[in-house]
Antibody, heavy 123, light 107 residues
Framework: EVQLVESGGGLVQPGRSLRLSCTAS????????LSWVRQAPGKGLEWVGL??????????EYAASVKGRFTISRDDSKSIAYLQMNSLKAGDTAVYYC??????????????WGQGTTVTVSS | DIQLTQSPSFLSASVGDRVSITCRASQGISSYLAWYQQKPGKAPKLLIYAASTLQSGVPSRFSGSGSGTEFTLTISSLQPEDFATFYC?????????FGQGTRLEIK
């Protein structure tokens, strides 16, 4: 079964750091780009960033709201992606989803979603 | 950034109804549009990608159309399990963006 499982969420104080993990199974992890999407309580979906597969350079893209504070990385040998979140703010409070990117000639959709992990930033 | 505006934001309909949701992009995005369904407390699920391609396993009552700046998700005959919130997403340019969502409720 193709699956993504997030972990690492929790309660953290403003200004502190947290690292989320996304563990994949059921597919060849290294062949896919991965993205993070978040959803604040009662709100819509917000794209956070993505990391391409090594085939496409393993490079990253970020939303302006997190650029310079969040870093996405991957360890293909372990089938894990990470979201390092620094200088956290109350506005970062959300459920964070790890998602697999479907690529045809370019990224066309997010076809596999994890169950999400909750991050709460509060003092 | 490319803005996506969904209409309506809220829709009340009955089982068996045909419903359509529109997603308008602030600039042309070719066919780089996807639709997702999200039920309360659950992760979103991919329904349609490349504007009109049905994701494997998704019932054929769901269909997508459009290109450029205007797109439509249609459910031909609503079933009880279809009531949820629907989002469009553009993947033409960074940052990737989502529409604000359309909540579909039972009348």
């Amino acid at each position: 079964e193709v699956q993504l499982v997030e972990s690492g969420g929790g309660l953290v104080q403003p200004g502190r750091s947290l690292r989320l993990s996304c563990t994949a199974s059921g597919f060849t992890f290294g062949d896919y780009g991965l993205s993070w999407v978040r959803q604040a309580p009662g709100k819509g979906l917000e794209w956070v960033g993505l990391i391409r597969s090594k085939t496409y350079g393993g490079t990253t893209e970020y939303a302006a709201s997190v650029k310079g504070r969040f870093t996405i990385s991957r360890d293909d040998s372990k089938s894990i992606a990470y979201l390092q979140m620094n200088s956290l703010k109350a506005g970062d409070t959300a459920v964070y989803y790890c998602v697999r990117l479907l690529r045809l000639t370019r990224y066309n959709a997010m076809d596999v979603w994890g169950q999400g992990t909750t991050v709460t930033v509060s003092s | 950034d490319i803005q996506l505006t969904q209409s309506p934001s809220f829709l009340s309909a009955s089982v068996g109804d045909r419903v359509s949701i529109t997603c308008r992009a602030s600039q042309g995005i070719s066919s780089y549009l996807a639709w997702y369904q999200q039920k309360p407390g659950k992760a979103p699920k991919l329904l349609i990608y490349a504007a009109s391609t049905l994701q494997s396993g998704v019932p054929s009552r769901f269909s997508g159309s459009g290109s450029g700046t205007e797109f439509t998700l249609t459910i031909s005959s609503l079933q009880p399990e279809d009531f949820a919130t629907f989002y469009c997403q553009q993947l033409n340019a960074y940052p990737l963006t989502f529409g604000q969502g359309t909540r579909l409720e039972i009348k």
